[in-house]
């Protein structure tokens, strides 16, 4: 069953914790991304990845890292720089950038900062 | 900048009636733009896209239509039904196609 798995699905982290989102695919797609969501906000991206061992800064990158050492994987680090990690977090993959086609969304993360 | 507007934040009609959302872009060197359906507690899926060469698609009861003149595009959903109750992201890449950039949503609700 060929899909995008995230992992924990609800995740409680005490202020000054740094958390690991997991991402995994098995679509054998090139491009890799990271949404933040937020009511009302859209979707706003954190980190993509275009292929491995390189990923670039999204639009709110600040209080985020991410690797990308393998194909299907790309997790993403939630530190305790992140002023306000609340959130819930979308992970995406596509065949090879936007602009070929669909992003494939996992079922997303929230995690609550307490 | 790097954005996309969208409009209305909510919208609510009654089952039958028509629903448009618009999104105004703007990158002039943007080509396609895709629309994504996110039911309450699921994720984000893909429901309709357009590219830049064409003015209008439809599929069933959803058109997409692009006016690259003015940048915007909208979508269009007829005869609308309970089950198109959800949110409505419309976007665009950025950044020579690298990154989607995303509207901040439209809840669309839809009354028996």
């Known amino acids: 069953d060929g899909g995008i798995t995230q992992s924990p699905k609800y995740l409680f982290r005490k202020e000054g914790q740094n958390v690991t989102l997991s991402c995994e695919q098995n679509?054998?797609?090139?491009?890799m991304y990271w949404y933040r969501q937020d009511p009302g906000q859209g979707l706003r991206l954190i980190y993509y990845s275009q292929i491995v061992n390189d990923f670039q800064k999204g639009d709110i990158a600040e209080g985020y890292s991410v690797s990308r050492e393998k194909k299907e994987s790309f997790p993403l680090t939630v530190t305790s720089a992140q002023k306000n990690p609340t959130a819930f977090y979308l992970c995406?993959?596509?065949?090879?950038?936007?602009?070929?086609?669909?992003?494939?969304f996992g079922e997303g993360s929230r995690l609550t900062v307490l | 900048g790097e954005n996309v507007e969208q409009h209305p934040s909510t919208l609510s009609v009654q089952e039958g009636d028509s629903a448009v959302i618009k999104c105004t872009y703007s990158d002039s060197a943007s080509n396609y733009f895709p629309w994504y359906k996110q039911e309450l507690g699921k994720r984000p899926q893909l429901i309709i896209d357009i590219r830049s060469n064409v003015g209008e698609k439809k599929d069933q009861r959803i058109a997409v239509t692009l006016n690259k003149t003015a940048k915007h595009f909208s979508l269009h959903i007829t005869e609308t039904q309970p089950e198109d109750s959800a949110v409505y992201f419309c976007a665009a890449p950025y950044t020579g196609f690298q990154k989607l950039v995303f509207g901040t949503g439209t809840r669309l609700l839809v009354s028996p």
């Open positions: 679509l054998n797609h090139d491009a």
């Open positions: 995406a993959s596509s065949i090879a950038g936007v602009y070929t086609g669909e992003l494939f």
